[in-house]
């Protein structure tokens, strides 16, 4: 049985960090894409951030280029989410998300595109 469980999420002020992290079960982790979602109250889920299997094609969304970093520890199993100089439209439910993917080595940005979804994380960000 796959599992992604998200943590790390809480309440902090502007300007200030957080650091998520999403540790999957159950999958061959090292074969499979990763994203990081988020989804505000009364709104979609977007796509923040996305990895291809070994790490090395990456995606931000505008957004948060320079301010989020996104990381895989393949050996752990793990992704992990650093987000730096938060503001308060951030604030949202994060979702890690993981699909298997074959050769071309790619990054997959639509929500449809991954097959395993941890419960999420609430992020907080105060003014």
């Known amino acids: 049985q796959v599992q992604l469980v998200e943590s790390g999420g809480g309440l902090v002020q502007a300007g200030g960090s957080l650091r998520l992290s999403c540790a999957a079960s159950?999958?061959?982790?090292?074969?499979?894409?990763v994203a990081w979602f988020r989804q505000a109250p009364g709104k979609e889920r977007d796509l923040i951030s996305a990895m291809s299997w070994n790490g090395h094609n990456i995606y931000y969304v505008d957004s948060v280029k320079g301010r989020f970093t996104i990381s895989r520890d393949n050996a752990k199993n793990t992704v992990s989410l650093e987000m730096s100089s938060l503001k308060p439209e951030d604030t949202a439910l994060y979702f890690c998300?993981?699909?298997?993917?074959?050769?071309?080595?790619?990054?997959?940005?639509?929500?449809?595109?991954?097959?395993?979804w941890g419960q999420g994380t609430q992020v907080t960000v105060s003014s």
């Open positions: 998300a993981a699909a298997m993917v074959g050769p071309p080595v790619q990054v997959l940005v639509n929500a449809g595109e991954y097959s395993y």
């Open positions: 159950g999958l061959t982790f090292s074969s499979h894409a």
